[in-house]
């Protein structure tokens, strides 16, 4: 589930599912907890634990983004919008 606000992942859903085309071999979820200046993206639902961060080095103009599950098990993404 995407943070709102992000540019990344707001209003983002990720599902982990064989029958909706991803890898089907996600067994179990590793969770992270943001650090100093890094910032989480990406949230497990229904518990609301941390599946990605993103952060920048300001000196370097360095980015990364971290995901805690293997990328080709998502299934999707899908934009979730409010009704």
Do not use: C, W
Request: aromatic content about 12%.
């Amino acid at each position: 589930m995407g943070v709102t606000g992000d540019p990344i992942t707001n209003g983002v859903m990720a599902y982990f599912s064989g029958s909706f085309g991803g890898a089907d071999n996600q067994t179990s979820m590793d969770v992270v907890a943001p650090i100093s200046s890094a910032e989480m993206i990406l949230k497990y639902f229904p518990g609301l634990t941390g599946a990605a961060l993103q952060y920048e080095d300001t000196m370097t103009g360095s980015r990364l983004v971290y995901m805690a599950f293997g990328f080709e098990g998502i299934s999707g993404p899908f934009l979730h919008t409010k009704n």
